[in-house]
């Protein structure tokens, strides 16, 4: 059995204050022509579908929209809720949709049967572990309250039930939302749990035939070859920016060996880092690739420059972020210019810290209000003694 597996759409997410969700259509597009080009029988998604609880109605359009293309083409979609979707609005519609061959689990249920689904070697089971936190599972699986819960023994508890409930020698799919021990995380994935550990062992997995994992989004493997991440859709932060984002084409042979190819997916605007001087970014030449891109600089200036971020706009239209890795405030004493034991106002200080920062004086009207503010400064310090 042929199918796809991808993860961690992360739709109506924002990154660098725009909506990510014109960006999220055209990978999807691509994700859908793909799916039909290579034949495959199911496309698996991992979790974290949106990018949080209430979604932007236009990323719920678009999750709609790529469900009824790709049921249209006959392929089954089985999909997660993963810690950053709502598991109750997601669990939206899931009897009716069964019906489409769309499958989705959002709530945590102590008897969850597996998907089956078949192809000529006979069937194989899905089972879909939607993203839980140890309370989650103490409750559908009715845990006593004396009993410790950490994620790996509530993991361990929804893996032996959605074991019990795979027919005996069929192959089997595992799909789950979770940090398993060992995995890279990125800057762009919400922590499971605030404090203490919110990691699985990735032995838990072992006896499935593959495990599709969401919730790390870099792409990679989780202690074996059969047990994946595939990463997120899109590029979400800029330490992803080395990272190469796609999907996971499966093929499931009838023994249940599984055999994972990386294909990349292409998208509208790459995110990544340009590193230069502000005279080195101004050249022409100086960056061949997309200005249009979703860059962060660094701009590697020591001494200060005036409005840097307006020039880098005008350079990059698409500037999400700015760092200054050598640039420090000119120490104290560079800025005395008085000789010492000179007792200067405050309102002369501020007068040429303002003439510093803008090139300009301080017009009389300005003036007037600054002597205003520090009469009343003045007078608020002497009525607190
Ligand atoms: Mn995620």
């Given at each position: ?277 502000m ?20 701009l590697?200036d020591a001494d200060t420059i005036l409005n840097a971020y307006d020039k ?10 700015l760092?200054r890795?050598n640039w420090q405030a000119a120490p104290a004493e560079e800025l005395t210019v008085r000789p010492r034991?000179e007792r200067v106002s405050e309102q002369h200080l501020f007068r040429d810290f303002y003439e510093e920062m803008t090139k300009e004086p301080l017009t009389p009207a300005q003036e007037a209000y600054l002597a205003?503010c520090l ?11």
């Amino acid at each position: 059995m042929r199918f796809l597996h991808t993860a961690d759409w992360h739709l109506g997410k924002l990154f660098g204050q725009r909506y990510m969700t014109e960006d999220q259509r055209h990978v999807l597009k691509e994700l859908i022509a793909l799916s039909v080009d290579e034949g495959v029988q199911a496309v698996v998604i991992a979790g974290d579908i949106y990018d949080r609880a209430v979604p932007p109605a236009e990323a719920v359009e678009l999750f709609s929209e790529t469900l009824a293309k790709l049921s249209e083409a006959g392929i089954a979609v089985l999909y997660i809720a993963g810690n950053h979707d709502s598991a109750s609005r997601l669990d939206f519609g899931r009897e009716l949709l069964t019906a489409s061959g769309v499958y989705v689990r959002a709530l945590t249920q102590a008897e969850a049967a597996p998907v089956v689904l078949e192809d000529a070697a006979g069937p194989v089971a899905f089972s879909l572990l939607p993203f839980a936190t140890p309370t989650d599972v103490r409750q559908a699986f009715q845990v006593p309250r004396e009993e410790p819960l950490s994620y790996d023994g509530a993991m361990e508890r929804q893996v032996r039930a959605a074991l019990s409930a795979v027919p005996r020698g069929c192959r089997s799919v595992a799909v789950a939302h979770a940090f398993v021990a060992g995995g890279m995380a990125s800057s762009s994935e919400r922590p499971l749990s605030v404090g203490g550990t919110d990691q699985v062992r990735p032995a838990l997995f072992r006896q499935f035939c593959y495990t599709a994992l969401g919730h790390l989004h870099g792409p990679q493997r989780a202690g074996a070859e059969n047990i994946r991440y595939a990463g997120s859709l899109l590029k979400y932060s800029f330490d992803e920016a080395m990272q190469q984002k796609g999907v996971l084409l499966v093929d499931l042979a009838a023994d249940g060996k599984a055999e994972v190819r990386a294909i990349p997916l292409h998208p509208r605007h790459d995110v990544r880092i340009v590193r230069g001087t502000m005279e080195e970014l101004r050249r022409p030449d100086f960056d061949a690739l997309d200005h249009e891109d979703y860059v962060r600089v660094d701009l590697l200036d020591a001494d200060t420059i005036l409005n840097a971020y307006d020039k880098l706009t005008a350079i990059y239209p698409n500037l999400f972020a700015l760092t200054r890795p050598n640039w420090q405030a000119a120490p104290a004493e560079e800025l005395t210019v008085r000789p010492r034991g000179e007792r200067v106002s405050e309102q002369h200080l501020f007068r040429d810290f303002y003439e510093e920062m803008t090139k300009e004086p301080l017009t009389p009207a300005q003036e007037a209000y600054l002597a205003d503010c520090l009469e009343a400064l003045a007078r608020e310090e002497r009525e607190a003694r």
